[in-house]
């Protein structure tokens, strides 16, 4: 019999609610973006934000999956990395429904659930992971029981940085999709610094000298393209070398800088002169969703995990390396 999980993400600007079986169906995957008008976002707004907005996201997905509350046999939710208020206000959710159906609790590292949906959709087993987000740039692989972080941002995430630069040149927020297509009308690249110390990287210097090229006049598709180029460069090398070095022989890309077509050209070369194979996560699974907790949910669920609602608190820093994943064990 299959089994389905109703999962909650809300660890920072989106809420979502997705409905997964245990069999690896998507059966719903319903989510909403809180976007700031400027500035970045405020956690007590997205917290807000969360509630106002989960209990019809929640009612729609299972709406959507076709089913009732009392066919939920499981309920996970998004225990962190997060912003505080955010995490805390999911995290009720999810206990209330959980106790209203008697049903178990499951918390989900966010991390592990992005790297998680994409093993699911790519039947990868064993893949090194590229994780680029707003809030996360990690170059992870399996070993040792854990989620192992080969190479990270020293400073800010990949999502940020172009968010930030966007928001500096007047783009709305998030601005990943609108410096894709500008990156594509330019011509020219300018030098911008190119900076990975070992296997991690900082993308500040990058930041400051793409707006110092922009008070300088230089067209905005040409400081675009040469952003994406240094920076997606910058994380080949990393996950060119976490490849070579782990001998695995599958590479995946996952969180919301997925979306973009110039990262996954550059990253199937690596894998292609790796001989690995290469997936990108589709977009709908890319980016901050549900169906990631619900399934991650369902995979701790089977190997025997559960979470008392007394001991359920939130975990802001949650590290992804810090979760013994149990349902792996057998690698
Ligand atoms: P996390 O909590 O995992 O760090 P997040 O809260 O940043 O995630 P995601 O939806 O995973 O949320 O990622 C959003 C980021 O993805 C934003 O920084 C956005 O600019 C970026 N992004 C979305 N589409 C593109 C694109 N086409 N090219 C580059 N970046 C993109
Ligand atoms: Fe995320």
Known sequence: MSLLCLGLEGTAHSFGAGVVSSKGEVLSNIWHMLSPAEGGIHPREASRHHSDMGPGIIRRSLEEAGISHNEIQ????????????????TATMARTLAQKLSVPLIGVNHCVAHIEIGCLESGFEDPVTIYASGGNTQ???????????????????????????????????????????KAAEGVEYHQLPYSVKGMDLSYSGMLTAAKKLHLEGVPIADICLSIQETAFGMLAEVAE??????KKNELLLTGGVARNNRLTEIL????????????????????????????TGILQHQAGDELPISDSHVMPKWRTDEQDIIWRRKL
């Not at 999502?159 to 966007?166: E, S």
């Not at 070398?241 to 782990?246: L, M, S, Y």
Request: aromatic share 8%; proline share 6%.
């Open 268 to 295: 199937e070369g690596v894998a292609e002169r790796h001989g690995a194979s290469f997936h990108r996560v589709s977009p709908p699974l890319a980016g901050d969703q549900g169906a990631m907790i619900a399934w």
């Open 241 to 246: 070398r976490a490849v070579a070095h782990t």
């Open 74 to 89: 499981l309920v996970s939710f998004s225990r962190g990395p997060g912003l505080g208020p955010c995490l805390r206000t």
């Open 139 to 181: 170059v992870i692989a399996f070993a040792g029981g854990r989620f192992r972080t080969f190479g990270e941002t020293l400073d800010i995430a990949l999502g940020n940085m172009l968010d930030v630069f966007g928001r500096t040149i007047g783009m709305s927020f998030p601005a990943g999709p609108s410096i894709e297509r």
